[in-house]
């Protein structure tokens, strides 16, 4: 890792928690918050850093985050804000892993994972279609339980005991949003981009 890459800055502030507002439609819109973006001089190149944890005692871990959705969302804003649209990208994952009570016993994993232009577009597609299903159960007024979330992270619901009580469910009005992000894209724009240079490759190849 210390060899070519180093912290990328945008807006000559260090790239750090940079946070993202993907416009999907007028109601709905995603939020990403980088922890790190990186830069490397000698192959002009960014990359997204993210860090996680996890006390799983598995030997390898890399199923756990090779097919990443948060990371692929991350490098198609991370493309954006540094101008290399649709550049070969990659994303690394820095894992400190626990496998045992001593909490100073730490083993740490950097994972690579080369990405392409076809991560992306499913990822497109993958958020549409979440957001229609979403919108399809608004329109019924009819959001079915997930029992495999009554405890989650080892907290329990709030709504844990009375979800099944909706007799008179009133739809909540949409708080509005008061953060300020320090980047912010639209959904149509970056699908029409991707499909694009899929078409070019395609031809390129033909």
């Known amino acids: 890792m210390a060899e070519g890459w180093e912290l ?26 980088l922890d790190l973006a990186i830069y490397n001089k000698r192959l002009n190149i960014y990359a997204v850093f993210e860090n996680k944890t996890t006390g799983s005692r598995l030997n390898d871990i890399t199923p756990m985050y090779k097919n990443s959705s948060q990371t692929i969302g991350y490098s198609i804003c991370l493309d954006t804000i540094s101008g290399q649209r649709l550049a070969n990208f ?18 740490y994993h950097v994972i690579y994972t080369k990405r392409t232009l076809l991560d992306r577009l499913h990822w497109f597609f993958t958020l549409g279609y979440d957001v229609e299903r979403i919108q399809r159960l608004m329109k019924m ?28 469910d009133v739809p909540k009005e949409p708080d509005p949003d ?12 970056l699908v029409k981009e991707h499909i694009e240079a899929a078409q070019a490759l395609l031809i390129a190849k033909t």
């Open 178 to 189: 008061p953060n300020v992000y320090q980047f912010e894209f639209f959904l149509d724009d």
């Open 90 to 107: 990659g994303t690394f994952t820095f894992v400190a892993q626990q496998k045992s009570k001593d909490i100073t016993n730490l083993e």
């Open 8 to 33: 990328a800055r945008f807006n000559d502030l260090p790239a750090i928690e940079l946070s993202c507002r993907l416009n999907i439609n007028p109601d709905f819109y995603e939020v990403a918050f």
């Open 141 to 168: 007024n009819f959001f079915p339980m997930r029992g495999s979330n009554c405890l989650a992270f080892n907290k329990t619901c709030p709504h844990f005991g009375t979800c099944q009580l909706r007799k008179t």
